[in-house]
């Protein structure tokens, strides 16, 4: 595994985190983070059951019949699920050390789910028009990885999700992230059952080039 930044603290936590438990922490490491207080931080946990709406939500795509709580969150994009078996990474960087352009931090924390589905031996990729990380093609594509960010006085806060092996029927609670036409999929649906903590250091071993297309991107433009 490559060496992580030291200056960056990692967090995982084996139980499901509250909503509201995970969102009052980003808050306050961000707020630190911005007044030099505390380090930039990426952490990795699991929700219980859940549904959140993003700030383009459209209600007519929130079904949920099996009476989940849904969570105003704050981040861009439309309905997500969370819940247990899916790895949400939630990435708090200040992007006045990194690269100051919000689009191309998006870009690269794609970038950062496909190498990290590349290192587990699975093929993924972006799709034009789409949000999200997609496996397959024609009509075996599906989605395999969710993301939406907030960023505050260039602080990011929340993150990705990726499908290791959550209950995808809790998916029909949601035209997930506004995508009707195509379905949902899993590391676990495809075949393969790779525990939490090879997701995670796969995670690690990709983010260190994670930062460094980051930081290309932006010397580039």
């Given at each position: 595994?490559?060496?992580?930044p030291?200056?960056i ?25 911005r ?18 709406a ?35 990474g939630y ?39 789409r949000?999200?990380?997609w496996?397959?093609e ?15 006085r ?7 999700s ?9 998916f029909?609670g949601i ?9 949902v999929?899993?590391?676990d ?10 997701v995670?250091?796969?995670l ?10 980051l930081?290309?991107e932006?010397k580039?433009?």
């Open positions: 595994m490559r060496e992580l030291a200056d603290e990692w967090l995982t936590s084996d139980s499901p985190v509250p909503y509201e438990e995970a969102l009052a922490f980003m808050e306050q490491r961000v707020a630190a983070i007044n030099g207080t505390a380090p930039e931080c990426v952490w990795l946990l699991e929700h219980p059951p859940l549904f959140t993003g700030t383009s939500a459209d209600p007519a795509e929130l079904f949920n019949p099996l009476g989940f709580p849904v969570y105003e969150a704050g981040r861009g994009g439309r309905y997500t699920y969370h819940g247990p078996g899916q790895r949400v990435v708090m960087l200040d992007l006045e050390k990194h690269c100051k352009d919000i689009r191309r931090f998006v870009h690269a924390l794609e970038g950062w789910m496909i190498d990290t589905l590349g290192v587990l031996g699975i093929s993924a990729h972006r799709a034009d028009s949000i999200g990380i496996v397959g024609g009509a075996d594509e599906k989605k395999i990885g969710a993301l939406g960010v907030r960023v505050k260039w602080v990011t806060l929340h993150g990705f990726l499908n290791v092996a959550p209950d995808l029927s809790h029909g035209v997930p992230c506004g995508i009707a036409e195509f379905g999929t899993s590391i649906k495809l075949g393969k059952q790779i525990p939490m903590m090879r995670d250091a796969a690690k071993c990709s983010f260190a080039s994670f930062l460094k297309a930081e290309r932006c580039e433009s």
